[in-house]
């Protein structure tokens, strides 16, 4: 069955370090989305991508954020400078129809640890 | 504000019990999910609803859109329906809105 991918599974970094958080949707979607979850917290959505470009994205998205898609497979996303309150699981999910009418696929997420 | 809210916070059952979990939101929706999250932390989309009522195996999921209420019900539970139900709504645009989940824990 397919399914979307991330990577790294957990990463440890240190306060102001860039990171990357890569994943691989699953191939004949076209709506991919990042969320996150602060330890004992709910899921939050962080962006929405379609069409190469953000289509939606929430207040926690500031500039220290961004996202890509470089080669038609991976979704990537990027925090410039990490904070400490940064640390937290990150989800990829990808859908083939739009987020309010599609299922979601979430990845086993990338758990980001900022020391 | 659009809240989303779960009942209860915690369940604990005996396997072969009848499970009930419940979902309200403030506003109406263009759609309902209910997810459930693994004890290490991977989350599966178990249904999307916008109307009526949903069945898989055990689990059976309805909406109510005049009261902006839905359940989660799974018959005949067993040990390994122990996670994290998760209910989590969208209005419209590409975002859900989660709930804070209900940790079901199913002992033998």
Redesign the interface.
């Known amino acids: 069955e397919p399914e979307v991918t991330q990577t790294p599974s957990h990463q440890v970094t240190q306060m102001g370090q860039e990171v990357i958080l890569r994943c691989v949707p699953i191939s004949n979607h076209l ?1 991919f ?1 990042w ?1 996150r ?1 602060i330890l004992g917290q ?4 962080l962006v ?1 991508f ?1 069409n190469n470009e953000i ?2 994205k ?1 207040e926690i998205f500031d500039d220290q954020f961004s996202v890509e898609r470089p080669d038609g497979s991976n979704f990537t996303l990027k925090i410039r400078s990490t904070k400490l309150e940064d640390s937290a ?1 990150y ?1 990829c ?1 990808s859908s083939v129809l ?12 990338s ?1 980001l640890t900022v020391l | 504000k659009n809240e989303v809210e779960q009942s209860p916070q915690n369940l604990t059952a005996q396997e072969g019990e009848f499970i009930t979990i419940n979902c309200s939101y403030s506003v109406g929706i263009s759609a309902l999910h209910w997810l459930q999250q693994h004890p290490g932390g991977g989350i599966v989309s178990l249904f999307m609803l916008s109307s009526g009522k949903k069945k898989h195996g055990r689990l059976i999921a309805t909406i109510n859109i005049q009261e902006k209420h839905s359940s989660l019900h799974i018959t005949a539970s067993h040990p390994r329906d122990s996670a994290v139900y998760i209910c989590a709504v969208s209005y419209n645009t590409d975002k859900l809105i989660f709930g804070t989940g209900t940790r079901l824990q199913v002992f033998p």
């Not at chain 1, 739009?98 to 997420?109: D, I, N, P, Y």
């Open positions: 709506y989305y969320y979850q709910k899921v939050e959505f929405s379609y289509s939606e929430s699981m989800f999910a739009r987020g309010s009418t599609g299922e979601l696929f979430f990845g086993e997420g758990r």
